[in-house]
């Protein structure tokens, strides 16, 4: 079951590695984002305890998209939540993260 909505984030860079850190409003949330790199078609590698949701390879385009949660329960209300990719790292890139609340701690 979920509470609605709670924080949600957004980043982006000419280059680098994809990241968007966010505060939770929650404990015991779900953590989701989307991401688009139109500098090529290229696999993402999402950080640690994170995990691919699904990703979409335009090699005609040249464009990628996805989506990654994080792969555990949020700690304490207020706790800085990450969502990243190790690769590809020098890609213009942008990415959005939002938090699913749940029904009470632990939830």
């Known amino acids: 079951m979920s509470n609605g909505a709670g924080a949600s984030a957004s980043a982006g ?4 590695t994809p ?3 966010m505060l939770t409003s ?3 949330s779900l953590v989701y984002g989307v991401g688009s790199d139109w500098s090529g078609a290229a696999p993402r590698s999402p950080g640690v305890n ?3 949701l699904h990703e979409q390879l335009d090699a ?3 464009k990628t998209f996805w989506s990654q949660y994080l792969g555990e329960i949020s700690g304490p209300a207020g706790e ?3 969502l990243n990719d190790t690769a590809p790292n020098g890609d213009r890139w942008n990415m959005a993260s939002v938090e699913i609340r749940g029904d009470g701690p632990g939830n």
């Open 26 to 28: 929650e404990e015991g």
């Open 13 to 16: 860079a000419a280059s680098g």
């Open 19 to 21: 990241a968007v850190s």
């Open 80 to 82: 800085v939540v990450t």
């Open 50 to 52: 994170q995990v691919l």
């Open 60 to 62: 005609r385009s040249g």
